[in-house]
């Protein structure tokens, strides 16, 4: 089985600074994808980024970037230069890489306030 | 390109009725999954199709749900006798390919009364 740890049920963040939010993962497959989804209060869920667990550079995708360290089981998302925008759920979730394990298990989820 | 889209966005009804969600993949995608997102959780896996076939519903918390995708786009998830207790976004996504990264529609906002 697998499991998304979010331990930061809010974080707060003055604008144009970066922010970390922290996502632990547990599984006992050897083969996994780790990805980052953005909730804003409108409710649809937009894919940020991923991470393949072979992958030995850390994933970047402009300033969303993914700190990956596997020994930990950690898979953490760093916001650069924080916008108002950026203000939402933020959703960490893992993904199995055979068959039935397609689907996403995702952690609670941790809410990002962009203060002004 | 057009997105995942779902209908209807927000569904009102009393328990015991039935709805059906319908779910539009983005073309081409051929693996489509549905997830339920209760308030404050983060989503939950119910079912995931490839092409036509459902190869995995082990999401599925009981047999008054149902869920087809019978020409390999469309889906439709279908709830009998719906409970309180069903209340919750429901969310579809797609992939182009099994495995692949998943995107996701607005969702379906249910309400049993």
């Known amino acids: 089985a697998q499991k998304i740890t979010q331990t930061q049920p809010g974080m707060f963040v003055q604008e144009k600074e970066a922010v970390t939010l922290d996502c632990t993962y547990d599984t006992s497959d050897q083969s996994y994808g780790l990805f980052w989804y953005k909730q804003p209060s409108s409710g649809e869920m937009i894919f940020l980024i991923y991470?393949?667990?072979?992958?030995?550079q850390n994933a970047t995708e402009g300033r969303y970037s993914l700190n990956f360290q596997k020994a930990r089981k950690s898979a953490n998302l760093v916001i650069s230069a924080s916008q108002l925008g950026d203000s939402a759920m933020y959703f960490c979730a893992m993904r199995g890489v055979r068959g039935s394990n397609y689907k996403l298990t995702f952690g609670k989820g941790t809410l990002l306030t962009v203060n002004p | 390109g057009a997105g995942v889209s779902q209908t209807p966005s927000n569904k009102v009804t009393e328990k015991g009725k039935y709805v059906e969600l319908r779910c539009d993949p983005i073309s081409g995608h051929t693996a489509l999954y549905w997830y339920r997102q209760s308030l404050g959780q983060g989503p939950e896996f119910l079912i995931y199709?490839?092409?036509?076939?459902?190869?995995?519903d082990s999401g599925l918390p009981n047999d008054r749900f149902f869920a087809v995708r019978p020409e390999g786009s469309v889906s439709t998830l279908k709830i009998q006798r719906t409970e309180r207790g069903d209340s919750a976004v429901y969310l579809c996504?797609?992939?182009?390919?099994?495995?692949?990264?998943?995107?996701f529609g607005p969702g379906t906002r249910l309400l049993v009364l």
């Open positions: 199709f490839q092409g036509t076939g459902a190869a995995d």
């Open positions: 996504a797609s992939s182009i390919l099994a495995g692949e990264t998943q995107y």
């Open positions: 991470q393949g667990s072979y992958d030995e």
